[in-house]
């Protein structure tokens, strides 16, 4: 060929001059098609010069006149380096000066690894086309092709391999070389379609038509792709053996293009699934704020309201107020009893989802923290006790052995109750020794139920006497009774949440124990025969209830209940909590790293410190995420619809 074939060392990177004229590429061409090979040469590595410093606002129309006093050299390996070179002469009129700077050009090469046989500073100076060609060519190699190799293989045999499996699929593509591979356009137009099967329609294309295939190749790569057309596709059909130099060139852009977008399309991924988390975990923030506040605002209004009302001065109105307070106790406060129940849960679910975002737990505004919430709450029953003492103090006077008669075993009844309650923070020692003190408690509890309908029948005696409240006792009946169910679902969370720990340092996973836990209590809530297992039926009423199926009224078979029970029992008649727990755990999984959504972002952002609403769409990020980001990440300055992502993710910390 034109000009000798300098190589890469695909084990130590060295690149060699072969100077064998049988390994030289013209070794099937004669002089004439050696000539035409060095002038696509020339057009093609002109072009490939000038896609790189027209990033510095320069160009050259002559690569063996434009280089030679070194200047745009230098720039050129600054640009595809992204390295400085350091001090060079800027106006060097002197060939001696001249020498100085393509001799820098040279060193920086040599210093990346590169051998440098036969090229000399002189003859680019001097404007020796052939070294010239030569030493862009190392370039190339060095800076565009050398790190593309796969699989263990040299950078040529690497980008070949890539354009194999690229292209396999396609028919009329059988890829052997980086010349007469390429003649017909087909090839190109599989790597495209292959990446972006929108910019093409392959299936129209023929072998016949080479021209077209190449032109609509490289138009669409320039177009759609900014792939700059470093080829003439009649240079390659005219030939008889297209230049494999420049294919090799043009194939590497069109390598780093595809593989760039591969890389924002997982970015991309990434950062809808967290954008996603996120707006969830911001509907779970902004609902346990307002229903808190709400419940806030009604309990201190309640409690304001018990501490200032009347007592009434006759029978009918103390009576009225007597029963005002005992249907408040049983609607409104328990409402609030549960609602506090609920959002205690809801801020222990946000905790959770933010530990598995790793980020930092939530701290509440002031007045609305757990804590805070249930000083409210017991300053609420205080209030709702001392009301309830003084309507008592002027009843007194009416059937004081009826209520004593209720009031010593229902005053038993709550002290038994008391401690059963004081009890549920006393187990200490190991899990197993506190799941078995909290399950006799738990027996304990369930004994004292037979009492409840003794208790239910002394009162009524009461109640048939008119005695609306009992100065010997706080207890009613009901009152009795809710803290005796509150109590027995405190041991069943308490057990459950133990056996939950258990599980959990059993199978040695990362699901948090407050999780396993709610999964424990659900499931034994619909276990009807209490054994520790669900029938298919519960299996259906716990699925329901979770909105993992719909609820079957008709009573007909239900194909997916059918697969999910035989899939999650194994082929069993009932499925236990430890056949469940995997199945419930991978529906609800869920986690991401801070480092990855970092590296998501800059990915996307293509090297800019800023991302665009274009950069989201070509990252296949959804329109309802992008919506969400942009609306919470800061504006970049200075840039029109550009977001500073950097700010939004240390804002998430």
């Known amino acids: 060929r034109c000009v000798e074939e300098t190589g890469i060392n695909a084990e130590y990177g060295v690149f060699e001059q072969k100077n064998n004229q049988l390994n030289m590429q013209s070794r099937v061409g004669d002089a004439k098609e050696q000539a035409e090979w060095e002038r696509v040469q020339v057009k093609t590595f002109t072009k490939w010069v000038n896609s790189h410093l027209n990033k510095r606002g320069l160009k050259v129309d002559s690569l063996a006149t434009d280089l030679t006093d070194g200047i745009k050299l230098i720039v050129l390996l600054e640009v595809i380096s992204q390295e400085s070179l350091g001090k060079y002469d800027p106006k060097p009129r002197m060939r001696i000066n001249q020498i100085e700077n393509v001799n820098k050009a040279l ?155 591969d890389q924002a399309e997982t970015a991309g991924r990434r950062v809808a699934k967290y954008a996603e988390a996120s707006q969830q975990l911001a509907d779970m923030l902004h609902d346990y704020e307002r229903r808190t506040k709400i419940l806030v605002g009604d309990v201190s209004a309640k409690t304001t309201e018990l501490n200032t009302s009347p007592l009434g001065d006759d029978y009918p109105s103390i009576k009225g107020h007597i029963s005002s307070l005992n249907q408040y106790k049983k609607t409104t406060r ?53 009301r309830r003492s003084k309507l008592n103090s002027t009843l007194r006077a009416y059937l004081d052995r009826l209520r004593q008669e209720f009031a010593t075993p229902a005053n038993a009844f709550g002290d038994q109750l008391k401690h059963l309650k004081e009890a549920l923070t006393a187990g200490t020692g190991e899990l197993d020794e506190q799941l078995a003190f909290y399950s006799g408690k738990q027996q304990e509890v369930r004994a004292l139920e037979g009492q409840l309908s003794s208790l239910q029948g002394l009162e009524q005696r009461c109640l048939d006497a008119n005695i609306e409240d009992n100065e010997f006792t706080d207890h009613t009946y009901d009152d009795l009774l809710f803290e005796h169910e509150q109590i027995s679902k405190s041991y069943g969370k308490k057990v459950a949440f133990i056996e939950s720990q258990i599980i959990a340092a059993k199978q040695a996973n990362n699901i948090a124990p407050e999780q396993l836990a709610e999964f424990k209590e659900a499931f034994n809530n619909f276990d009807s025969k209490k054994n520790g297992r669900l029938s298919k039926l519960d299996f259906r009423s716990l699925l329901s209830a979770l909105g993992l199926i719909e609820i079957d009224f008709e009573g007909k078979s239900d194909k997916k209940l059918e697969e999910i029970f035989k899939k999650v029992g194994g082929g069993s008649e009932e499925i236990t909590f430890d056949q469940f727990l995997p199945y419930i755990t991978k529906l609800t999984a869920d986690t991401v790293s801070p480092d990855q959504i970092q590296s998501s972002f800059e990915t996307i952002a293509g090297g800019k410190q800023y991302v665009t609403l274009n950069d989201f769409k070509i990252a296949g990020v959804p329109a309802a995420q992008i919506e969400f980001l942009t609306s919470n990440m800061p504006k970049y300055p200075g840039v029109n619809d550009a977001y500073d992502f950097k700010a939004y993710i240390s804002s998430q910390k």
């Open 107 to 261: 060193k920086f090469i040599a210093s990346h690894d590169v051998k440098l046989v036969g090229i000399g500073a002189e003859e680019i100076v001097d404007g020796n086309q052939k070294m010239i060609l030569g030493m862009i060519w190392t370039i190339i190699l060095r800076f565009a092709i050398s790190g593309l190799s796969e699989e263990g293989l040299s950078a040529k045999e690497g980008l070949l391999q890539w354009v194999r499996r690229k292209t396999e699929p396609y028919k009329n593509v059988d890829v052997k070389d980086f010349s007469v591979s390429f003649q017909d356009g087909l090839a190109f137009c599989a790597l495209i379609h292959r990446h972006r099967p929108d910019l093409l329609d392959y299936d129209k294309l023929t072998s016949a038509d080479k021209l077209g295939n190449l032109n609509l190749a490289f138009d669409v790569a320039l177009k759609h792709l900014d792939v700059p057309r470093l080829l003439d596709a009649e240079d390659i059909v005219n030939m008889p053996r297209p230049d494999e130099r420049s294919i090799m060139t043009y194939t590497a852009q069109l390598y780093k293009v595809f593989s760039s977008l």
């Open 334 to 386: 328990r409402q609030w009893i549960t609602e506090q129940a609920d959002l205690a849960t809801l801020f222990g679910n946000i905790q959770a989802k933010l530990k598995g975002l790793q980020r930092p737990p939530y701290v509440p505004p002031a007045g609305l923290a757990v804590a805070e919430v249930e000083v409210l709450m017991e300053t609420l029953n205080n209030a709702t006790r001392d």
